[in-house]
């Protein structure tokens, strides 16, 4: 059965820091995709990245950074040097299969708060 | 391009009042969803719809049916509203790219709907 784990239930970090967004899978498919969306206060979903299963290359938009490892079944997530608009709720999904639109399979999402 | 609109943004009903929540895209996608999200639980599926005329269950569907009777609408109705339901509803949408720039298989969402059952 597949299986996304956020441990970290709330996270809170003074503006400038670097802070890590952990996310564990479970799934047999040896072909899946990983996603992870922000929502913000506002409350929309908003898509961050989408990362295929034979793709473990690290990748860097600005400030956020996402590093996937197969071996450990993990897909973090970095933000460098926080703002307060990083505030919100992110969240871990998965999709099996080899198209990446299965319905999703979503975590249950880190909170993480920024102050100032 | 409005994307994924949902109606209504909130509403409040009655325990077994009934109601039919509103989910179209214009974005000409296949695939359609609809979720529910509570608190400390992420989201979670309750039906979602590969085409017009399709429907299948997803993780929650008990309490819940869905209609897919036009491409572009998707509407998921309560029969009879429990306070359970309370909740809020996200609908999406995504391509149905089977080959070709698979990175279009993306989900995009509504801005949800708030639905208190009293």
């Known amino acids: 059965a597949q299986k996304v784990t956020q441990a970290q239930t709330e996270i809170s970090v003074v503006e400038k820091e670097d802070v890590t967004l952990d996310c564990v899978y479970e799934t047999r498919d040896t072909t899946y995709y990983l996603f992870w969306y922000k929502q913000p206060p506002s409350g929309e979903l908003v898509f961050l990245i989408r990362?295929?299963?034979?793709?473990?290359q690290n990748e860097i938009s600005g400030r956020y950074s996402w590093n996937f490892q197969k071996s450990t079944s993990s897909f973090n997530f970095t933000i460098t040097a926080s703002q307060v608009v990083d505030s919100a709720v992110y969240f871990c999904?998965?999709?099996?299969?080899?198209?990446?639109?299965?319905?999703?399979?979503f975590g249950k999402g880190t909170r993480l708060s920024v102050i100032a | 391009n409005a994307g994924v609109t949902q109606t209504p943004k909130f509403r409040v009903l009655k325990t077994g009042q009934s109601m039919t929540l509103l989910c179209a895209q214009d974005m000409n996608h296949e695939y359609m969803y609809w979720y529910r999200q509570d608190p400390g639980m992420g989201l979670r599926l309750i039906h979602y719809?590969?085409?017009?005329?399709?429907?299948a269950k997803g993780e929650v569907p008990d309490g819940y049916n869905v209609s897919r009777l036009k491409k572009q609408n998707f509407l998921l109705g309560l029969e009879s509203a429990a306070p359970s339901q309370t909740s809020v509803y996200f609908c999406?949408?995504?391509?149905?790219?089977?080959?070709?720039?698979?990175?279009?298989?993306?989900?995009?969402f509504g801005a949800g709907t708030r639905l208190s059952v009293l």
């Open positions: 719809s590969v085409g017009e005329g399709t429907t």
């Open positions: 999406a949408s995504s391509y149905l790219m089977t080959g070709g720039d698979l990175a279009k298989n993306i989900q995009y």
């Open positions: 990362r295929n299963s034979f793709d473990e």
């Open positions: 999904a998965l999709s099996e299969g080899y198209s990446g639109n299965t319905p999703l399979v």
